[in-house]
């Protein structure tokens, strides 16, 4: 069983930056994505790299702000998330892909629990 947890998440100005960050368990390299979820929304494709480091997608609501990448001596993937916008604000979860589409969260087989990002303007 994979287990998956996010950390990083905040209260932050608009403006402001956050480092997410999800750790894997076990020892098999994976590729990851993340996703979000706002209130009374549904979940969004967020990013997501393959297990090598390339490629990565991002969301086209991200691009230029939100990096995602990899460590994979820790097991790790990190979304660095710069001039957050109060529309950034939901529950971020990362989630093991499991083939498919990259952009659909039901093609990912397990997910963390989530962290929370409120962004206040």
């Known amino acids: 069983q994979v287990q998956l947890v996010e950390s990083g998440g905040g209260l932050v100005q608009a403006g402001g930056s956050l480092r997410l960050s999800c750790t894997t368990s076990?020892?098999?390299?994976?590729?990851v994505g993340w996703f979000r979820q706002a209130p009374g929304k549904e979940r969004e494709f967020v990013a997501h790299?393959?297990?090598?480091?390339?490629?990565?997608y991002h969301a086209n609501s991200v691009k230029g702000r939100f990096a995602i990448s990899r460590d994979n001596a820790e097991n790790s993937v990190s979304l660095q998330m710069n001039s957050l916008k109060p529309e950034d604000t939901a529950v971020y979860s990362c989630?093991?892909?499991?083939?498919?589409?990259?952009?659909?969260?039901?093609?990912?087989?397990?997910w963390g629990n989530g962290t929370l990002v409120t962004v206040s303007s």
């Open positions: 790299i393959h297990w090598s480091g390339s490629p990565a």
């Open positions: 076990g020892r098999a390299v994976r590729s």
């Open positions: 989630g093991i892909y499991s083939g498919g589409s990259v952009y659909d969260a039901t093609d990912y087989w397990a």
